[in-house]
């Protein structure tokens, strides 16, 4: 049916019209009425609109006006649009722009694959807008794009089309953006990873079976006006969350999942366990990131301003790298720190095992342990100082599980005016001994060792009393066992004090309650020199009784020489430091020899002056100012056999 008014505007019933576009591409368009104005070259359709273009194009509607001289169509009812063979628009209104090739779907528009087509995909808006000329699709107002269990959400998006309009090539989306991203994998099983920022730039493949399909690179970024407000990664799986936060991310994936990531403009992780406790936090100015199959962060890089902190240690530096996989961190600074509960530790470089809290540090280590945590070290010749106790070495190695540690290389360890020098210094807990509740602490020194502490002052407590001099002893090795209280030095030991100076093979120092040296004991060869008094006395063990300064040296026999050249001996010599003077004994430990009892000659009388010698002889007393009271005289008993007491 074929009817025209004095307008000439014609009628048309159950019509079907052929339109062409600028490029001479025809449309079918039917319909069950059809107006159309052929002075201005516009029409109206009414009723069960159907248009069919080239790339399996077809449009349903209830109503379509061409309106700006034809060029121009417009729905007045909901429209949908099948495209591509694997593509379902749908929008409250459309409008068709043919000069400028652009498609409006407005209110609640949508876009999404058919059933069969798999990934889904779809995209939701308030508006979308297609430049055909641009192949570039505006998705504006609540925009979310959706792939599978994949989504992005934005106030707005833009996406440009592959030439053959069948796939994505880039999608950006703009202010208030959001989604996640779902990664399964056999080995590691299923993880998401959430993101959020202000815009976000997606690449697709450009080639391959997944051209246009899958992502390539990433970059995401947060509020320029707020530069708190930075981009967030946040990858949950296995039990754990880590989040990656910086002003700019930028990322490469490999079949849709995150492999490699950049961060720029101050980098925050965190890492937390289900329940909320909170595993490790890394920050820097710069990182590299790489990531597992199953989308979780493998390994992280860090640049500037470095800081890592978890719940046994913290470390900053200028650079870092974290393995997460098998908990082993690099840290390089000028220079690198580390803090943990054992204390403080420098160096510029520090390596750090997660799982066995194993911390190394090269090319020179300084050393700051609490007194608490030092083990050993406190219960060494250290303990007479107060604090804590400062280690410096070139190489430094420092573990929690089981405690120990180990320096090397000229290390020198101190606290207060105590210090412990060495080639190798090692401590280490031990299980507790049989019968016992407690762990032991074992420290062992060797290569020129030297230690320097204070003794207590001679009246502890005492009012005035002020500290004994340094003692200074030097040896190949050194061992101490905190559960013994013992101290043992081996390997050409030498013990100075004021000047005095006692070597021997082997020296045990012991030690009190209050970690202070009681008695030091020296066996082989003992040989005590005191220049000042001018005495030297050589034997077999000497021991020093620190508090009381009083040195027992005993030997078969002890021998004894002054300044002047006199010489004594016998098996026990006892050397009073401040009074200067020596006692000679017998050995304390003979007993005395029996024989049958039958009176004695009367002796014949010594003279007075013979007396007063034979009582200063068996006194055996030497005076401080190392004078030898001491003359040989004919003795009436006779000759006695040596070192007997005489």
């Known amino acids: 049916s074929i009817r025209a008014d004095k307008e000439n505007q014609i009628f048309l019933d159950k019509v079907g019209v052929t339109i062409y576009d600028l490029e001479g591409r025809p449309f079918e368009v039917e319909s069950r009425e059809a107006i159309f104005k052929r002075a201005s070259n516009e029409g109206q359709l009414r009723g069960e609109v159907h248009l069919k273009g080239p790339n399996d194009l077809q449009l349903r509607t209830q109503a379509m006006d061409f309106v700006e001289q034809g060029h121009t169509m417009v729905t007045e009812r909901p429209a949908e649009i099948h495209y591509a063979g694997k593509y379902l628009a749908w929008g409250q209104q459309l409008t068709v722009k043919q000069n400028e090739q652009q498609f409006i779907l407005d209110g609640r528009a949508n876009v999404s694959t058919l059933p069969e087509v798999k990934p889904a995909v779809s995209i939701d808006s308030k508006q979308l807008v297609y430049d055909r000329k641009q192949l570039q699709l505006r998705i504006e107002g609540d925009a979310r794009l959706a792939r599978g269990d994949d989504h992005i959400e934005a106030d ?34 299923d993880s998401l990873v959430r993101f959020r920022g202000d815009d976000l730039a997606v690449l697709m493949e450009e080639g391959g079976p997944n051209a246009g399909r899958e992502p390539r690179t990433i970059a995401l970024e947060g509020k320029q006006a707020q530069p708190s407000d930075k981009a967030e990664l946040q990858m949950i799986g296995g039990g754990e969350t880590r989040t990656l936060r910086a002003r700019r991310v930028e990322g490469h994936l490999n079949a849709g999942v995150l492999s490699t990531a950049e961060g720029f403009g101050g980098v925050d992780l965190t890492e937390v366990k289900t329940g909320g406790a909170v595993l490790r936090h890394a920050v820097g100015q710069r990182a590299q990131a790489g990531f597992k199959p199953d989308g979780q962060v493998s390994s992280l890089s860090l640049q500037d301003n470095v800081s890592y902190k978890d719940p046994q240690i913290e470390v900053s530096g200028d650079r870092g790298q974290m393995n997460f996989e098998s908990g082993q961190g690099d840290f390089f600074g000028r220079p690198v720190h580390a803090r943990s509960e054992r204390g403080e530790f420098t160096g510029p470089h520090l390596t750090y095992d997660r799982a066995t809290g194993l911390l190394h540090g090269d090319n020179g280590v300084q050393a700051l342990l609490n007194q608490e945590q030092s083990g050993a070290l406190a219960g060494s010749p250290l303990a007479a100082g107060e604090g804590p106790v400062h280690v410096d070495g070139k190489e430094a190695f420092l573990r929690d599980k089981p405690r120990s540690f ?34 032991e602490d074992r420290l062992t020194a060797s290569g020129g060792v030297k230690t320097l502490y204070i003794p207590r002052p001679e009246a502890a407590g005492a009012t ?16 101490y066992l905190s559960g013994k209280g013992l101290l043992t030095y081996t390997g050409e030991v030498r013990a100075v004090q004021e000047g005095r100076t006692i070597t021997c093979q082997q020296l045990e120092a012991a030690l009190g309650k209050d970690k202070k040296v009681d008695t030091m004991t020296c066996t082989g060869q003992a040989h ?3 220049p000042q008094a001018g005495r030297d006395l050589q034997g077999d063990r000497a021991v020093y009784k620190v508090k009381e300064r009083v040195i027992e040296m005993y030997g078969s026999p002890v021998h004894m020489k002054d300044k002047d050249g006199n010489r004594l001996q016998g098996k026990h010599m006892t050397y009073l430091m401040d009074a200067g003077r020596v006692e000679v004994k017998g050995d304390p430990t003979a007993a005395p020899p029996t024989a049958p009892a039958k009176p004695p000659a009367p002796p014949t009388p010594p003279s007075v002056g013979v007396r007063q010698d034979r009582a200063r002889t068996e006194r055996n007393l ?23 007491p005489g």
């Open 406 to 439: 180990l320096f090397r290389g000229d290390v020198r360890a101190w606290r207060g005016e105590s210090l412990l020098t060495a080639a190798t210094l090692r401590g280490d807990q031990l299980p507790a001994p049989a019968g016992g509740t407690a762990p």
């Open 622 to 644: 030497l005076e401080p100012e190392g004078r030898l009271e001491h003359r040989p005289q004919p003795d009436p008993a006779g000759p006695r056999t040596p070192g007997e």
């Open 464 to 479: 005035g009393a002020t500290p004994q001099k340094p003692i200074e002893v030097t040896s190949n090795e050194l061992v």
């Open 156 to 189: 707005r998006m833009v996406a440009f089309l592959e030439p053959d309009e069948k796939s994505l090539r880039f999608v950006r989306a703009l202010s208030g953006v959001r989604g996640e991203a779902h990664a399964k994998s056999k080995a590691q099983g």
């Open 528 to 530: 005590l020199v005191d």
